[in-house]
Structure formats: structure tokens, C-alpha cells
């Protein structure tokens, strides 16, 4: 079955860095654009960046733009979420996301 698996979060200090990293089975992972979603405490789930099937296109939220950095390989069925410069207002819950399949999460807090 199709499963995605968020892993990398944690606790960082402001202005730090994390790479998130989201492991895809179960379904062709290359034929699929994938996605990085957040949700934090009280808010909405949104939009953090998206990338095409090839990885050769990608689109952030104005939020994080400049600071993060989403990536694939299509051969090991991974994307993943560069973050630097993390900021208190980055603290959510990350998810990956693949056409309507959904990862568990994985926390990010930001905190000094």
C-alpha cells in the first residue's frame, strides 16, 4: 500500500537549520509531483513548496521563499525539505504529501 514516511524534525534553535526527508512507496514515485504541507498549533494546514515529477520545477510559499529548498530522487523515492534560517513561526507539523496520500508528520519546533 502506498505509505509516506516523514522523517528529520526536531528541536532547533532560531536561525538553525533541518532537512526534512520523506520516504515514498507503494506507488510510482516518479510519475507523481510531491509536496511539503505544515500545520501549526491553531492553524490551517498550508502550502509550503511543491515539485514536478522530474524535479526540474518548484514553487514555495512566500513564507519560506529564499529559505528553503525542496529536492527528489527518483531513485531512492525520496523528497526532501532543505530549511535554513528557521524562524519561531516555522514551528508546525511538516507533511509530505503525493497526489491525495499523506504522510503521518514529522514536528519541527523552532525554540531558543
Known amino acids: 500500500q502506498v505509505q509516506l514516511v516523514e522523517s528529520g524534525g526536531g528541536l532547533v534553535q532560531p536561525g538553525g537549520s533541518l532537512r526534512l526527508s520523506c520516504a515514498a512507496s507503494?506507488?510510482?514515485?516518479?510519475?507523481?509531483?510531491m509536496s511539503w504541507y505544515r500545520q501549526a498549533p491553531g492553524k490551517e494546514r498550508e502550502l509550503v513548496a511543491d515539485?514536478?515529477?522530474?524535479?526540474?520545477?518548484?514553487s514555495y510559499a512566500d513564507s519560506v521563499k529564499g529559505r528553503f529548498t525542496v529536492s527528489r530522487d527518483n531513485v531512492k523515492n525520496m523528497v526532501y525539505l532543505q530549511m535554513n534560517s528557521l524562524k519561531s513561526e516555522d514551528t508546525a507539523v511538516y507533511y509530505c504529501k503525493a497526489y491525495r496520500w499523506w504522510g503521518q508528520g514529522t514536528q519541527v519546533t523552532v525554540s531558543s
Open positions: 515539485i514536478t515529477r522530474t524535479g526540474g520545477g518548484t
Open positions: 507503494g506507488f510510482t514515485f516518479s510519475n507523481y509531483g
